[in-house]
């Protein structure tokens, strides 16, 4: 059984371009989604999913410096990358997690993944509703489940954001992994505009380069809740 994990990532994000070689601290976050995803020991083997075309040719350089694998596909249609990255390393299992979460918890995934593989669903995720702060999201999901995504969903926004018609299809077995809710829904630990970067980069002072955990990062903003003021203005989109 290979369990992969996809880092989808591209340089023309369109409200923080190039947001994924910003630096916190010694590493650029594509490096800390490195770090992250090695530290999950239930995964494989880790590839990056990035579009066509030599405006990420950033992306290929520091990923072939790390060693980890790229995969070209369609820009706007990440559902279609994703297969294709799918089937390119074979997978069994695909762990779906963004680029702009740069702090995410390993071992949150692992828990995500044994759950549902285990259980023998279809998908399986953290944020089905959202219940840890935004930023330490992931999805799993079988080869099956997405070559059947990739064959029938044809909506836009659903192949763009990959998993919107496996979560609303009622066939799939689904399971969720629930967090602590509350207040901690409103936190915003990832990057999409200047002022949520302002916030990682005072975090990552925090951390002092130590690998983060759901645990560390609570600890943090609980005993010093004037770091969360920094981008509470910011939305998801």
Known sequence: MTNLLILQARMTSTRLPGKVLMKLGKLSVME?????????????????????????????????????????????????????????????????????????????????????????????????????????????????????ADKFATEAYDREHVTPWIRRNEDFRKFNKEGPGGEYVKWRVTLDTPKDFEMLTVIEAELGGRAPSFEMLNDILINKPNILEINSESQQR
Not at 32 to 58: N, Q
Not at 120 to 142: I, K, Q
């Open 32 to 148: 800390w989604m490195f770090r992250f995803g090695k530290g999950i020991s239930l995964i494989d083997k880790i590839c990056v999913a990035t579009p066509y075309g030599d405006a990420h040719k950033e992306i290929h350089e520091i990923s072939k410096k790390c060693g980890i694998p790229v995969i070209e596909g369609p820009e706007q249609d990440v559902l279609r990358r994703f297969a294709i990255a799918a089937r390119h390393f074979n997978a069994n299992n695909i762990l779906r997690v963004t680029t702009d979460c740069p702090f995410a918890d390993a071992e949150i995934c692992n828990l995500v993944i044994k759950a549902m593989i285990d259980g023998a669903y279809d998908y399986a995720c953290n944020n089905m509703p959202p219940s840890f702060p935004h930023g330490l999201d992931c999805e799993v999901f079988t080869r099956e489940t997405l070559e059947l």
